[in-house]
């Protein structure tokens, strides 16, 4: 069955509830099942009428939008081959990715992929034609119109194509945090029984009156898998096409559901601890009753078991002291949090659960068309990446390395079968690149990934990621990356938060200049000194970093240094400072 099958379902069942959501001129508008399926359907003629045939594919270069659902979903339903590209990439990327997959028609979202989409069509012997999907692009007429136009005159009546379980659906290129991208092809069927496995995991109840908020970007497998799932269950999508401006958009919105990486957790985190820490001793006083209360409220519910009176009525107390405020500025009504792309550690999970958002962590990767595993409503343990769902299989094999079988499981890497053969064992087991073990209940551990486990020359083992997470849980610290391998000792180089420490400068008599100029001053790097000495008091000696270079900007996904999930590319920025982090070893 082809997974966009969900339109005429849900259509038929609802056809006035509102489908998704979005922002124009100011202003959140939705569009009815109904609606929405016609949009589908009309972009799905109009793609046929341009000469879009099954299994032809067709890319979107473009932020997150209604645009790019409903082209997304169109190209699927035609029986069509999607391929999205990070609006974040350059010319280069999109040229390679555009050339790889051989895409005829491509959507584009803004003036900068526009003009990039333009000079590579000109080049390209397989690009044909460009839809731009906002009027505010200024687009050259030869081979490019408007979304809007471009579905003018399409028919709204449209049989969605046949598919089977095996039959392509989409190729998503891995941004990787080495190499060149692959193509990760992923089918109808391991959508489908994907979701139907989280259905089924979760048992959600009344799951078309959510409301999820799409804020992670739609080319990455975690983000589209359940946005997809969401509109399969009949829930709302609202779709922020700004991420900078999420703070405003919660509050907004009010979503019930939403799926985001640990950066933005730890955010919420460190930034409450920072205030709680600036406050009085009255306020130290009743964060700290609210926090213990919390925690002991999610502490019974996490063993399902019932809270007693007496604690039930502390929580609401607490609930009205401390965390509906924290709550309100997420929009009040969030509930449930799918977590993954990166390890997130148990002090924030934990401070969340306490104030009754309970964040759902999960393990997965874009060759699996994302959940692996995740936690279950109950009976979870912070710290691990929880249980597997489905008929997915997981065992450790050589190097403590993560194994995988199941319906999650991609096709392979398109176009390039020496590179698939190399990530499958003989038997068929899918090899994630992470190092992990079970803890005695049966729960997943990841460890690291394999390539980023480092060995000093002592001979001693450093995982970075634990380290990194402890130092960027500090609202001072933006980003870190630390570096060990082949040398003595742990050293780093550390984004600032730079919003909290320019409120720290009038504290240290420093007037501001320039960040350049900010961070190479003897009184920050002994502010950070102190900060980094306290954090790392529970590390072992040799995991602790022992110097480090403050950075004035941050990591950028354009120039490659970070992912669009915000992993640091460490190849990347290894080469990049190298001379950096040599000189940390000269003095």
């Known amino acids: 069955m082809n997974l966009t099958q969900f339109l005429n379902t849900n259509t038929e069942k609802f056809p006035e509830r509102a489908a998704i959501g979005f922002k124009k001129k100011e202003e959140w508008k939705e569009i009815n099942w109904k609606n929405f399926r016609r949009m589908v359907f009309k972009t799905a003629n109009a793609l046929k009428n341009a000469g879009i045939a ?62 990039a989409a333009l000079e590579i069509l000109q080049n390209s012997q397989y690009l044909k034609e460009i839809i731009i999907s906002k009027k505010a692009v200024w687009i050259k007429k030869e081979h490019s119109q408007y979304l809007e136009d471009f579905i003018k005159k399409a028919d709204e009546n449209f049989d969605i194509a046949e598919k089977d379980d095996e039959d392509l659906a989409t190729i998503i290129y891995t941004s990787g945090t080495t190499g060149v991208p692959k193509g990760v092809m992923l089918t109808h069927g391991n959508f489908h029984k994907c979701f139907d496995a989280h259905f089924d995991f979760f048992k959600f109840k009344n799951f078309e009156k959510e409301h999820s908020l799409a804020f992670l970007p739609l080319t990455h497998v975690f983000e589209r898998s359940w946005t997809l799932l969401c509109l399969t269950g009949g829930a709302k999508v609202s779709f922020l096409e700004n991420t900078k401006l999420i703070a405003s958009c919660l509050t907004e919105v009010k979503p019930t559901m939403m ?45 399902g078991k019932s809270v007693p009176f007496g604690l039930n009525l502390k929580n609401a107390i607490a609930n009205a002291l401390v965390f509906k405020k924290i709550k309100n500025k997420m929009g009040g009504k969030l509930w449930f949090m799918p977590c993954g792309g990166a390890s997130i550690s148990p002090e924030v999970t934990k401070f969340f659960d306490a104030m009754g958002i309970h964040i759902t962590v999960g393990y997965g990767l874009t060759e699996t068309t994302a959940t692996l595993t995740a936690f279950p409503f109950k009976n979870y343990e912070h710290g691990t990446a929880g249980i597997s769902l489905g008929d997915t299989q997981i065992k450790i094999g050589e190097n403590d390395e993560i194994l995988a079988k199941g319906s999650g499981i991609m096709k392979g890497y398109y176009k390039k079968p020496t590179e698939t053969a190399e990530v499958f064992t003989e038997d068929g087991w899918f090899k994630t690149g992470d190092a992990g073990r079970f803890d005695e209940k049966g729960n997943l551990m990841i460890t690291d990934r394999i390539k980023d486990l480092m060995k000093t020359s002592n001979g001693k083992y450093i995982a970075p990621q634990p380290i990194e997470n402890l ?26 938060n730079f919003e909290a420490l320019k409120e720290q400068l009038p504290k240290l008599n420093i007037p501001f200049t320039s960040w350049e100029e900010v961070v190479k001053l003897d009184k920050v790097k002994d502010f950070y000194h102190q900060k980094i000495e306290e954090i790392q008091k529970q590390l072992s000696g040799f995991e602790k970093v022992k110097k480090f270079v403050l950075m004035p900007a941050e990591f950028e996904i354009g120039s490659g240094e970070i992912t669009p999930t915000l992993k640091v590319k460490r190849n990347v920025v290894l080469a990049k400072y190298a001379d950096l982090i040599e000189k940390m070893y000269l003095h």
């Open 54 to 115: 099954e299994n032809d594919r067709v890319a979107i270069y473009s932020d997150n939008s209604a645009e790019w659902v409903v082209f997304d979903l169109a190209a699927l339903s035609l029986g069509a081959v999607s391929v999205p590209i990070y609006s974040t990439n350059n010319r280069e990327q999109a040229e390679y990715i555009l050339n790889d997959s051989e895409a005829k028609i491509i959507l584009v979202g803004n003036q900068e992929q526009y003009d």
């Open 471 to 496: 130092l960027s849980n500090d609202n001072y610290i933006n980003q870190v990356m630390v570096a060990a391998e082949g040398k003595p000792f742990v050293t780093a180089l550390i984004i600032p």
């Open 259 to 303: 799926c985001s990486v640990p950066r933005f957790y730890q955010k919420i985190y460190a930034g409450v601890n920072e205030m709680v820490a600036a406050g009085s001793d009255m306020k130290k006083k009743i964060f700290r009753f609210a926090m213990n209360t919390g925690s002991e409220v999610a502490e019974l519910k996490r063993l």
